[in-house]
């Protein structure tokens, strides 16, 4: 397995310490998914990239969400899945922000599923479509099915 080779220094938007609300759009884009689904796609987006997927802020709390940060500007070219799926970007009409953790220290309600490396900076936003989408229809197929 290749370790993903880290950064030299945290990005701009990586708070010191603690965690920090940025602006979606701005320095990212993300894709917000819940629960169960979120962790299904994080697994499948880190087993597919040999754990070099890119930055994933985790929610500890409520609906565990999960945050998947794509480069600014990239995630309203998808049409994701309808309730399973939300874009948080500067063109969506309305400000969204996204809780980001630092990369060392206490930060709870937040961390990190997957950080941000040297080569994988964000998300695949085509990967993360793909994911998204399988993992959606799999587990709609299992709801019916039960």
Sequence with gaps: MNFPKPL???PSWVPASG???RHAGVHFDAVRVSGVLAED???????YTDFQ???IVRELTGRRYMYFLVPP???????WPPGEARTLTRGSGSAAYVGVPA???LTWPLDW????????PFVEPDLLHLH???ACAEHAAGARGA
Excluded: I, N, Q
């Design 8 to 10: 030299d220094k945290a």
């Design 19 to 21: 965690h920090a609300l």
């Design 41 to 47: 796609v994080a697994y499948r987006l880190m087993t």
């Design 53 to 55: 997927a890119g930055p």
């Design 73 to 79: 500007g990239t995630a309203g070219a998808y049409r």
């Design 103 to 105: 990369f060392e220290g």
């Design 113 to 120: 599923r997957s950080r941000p490396t040297a080569a994988m």
């Design 132 to 134: 998204v989408t399988e």
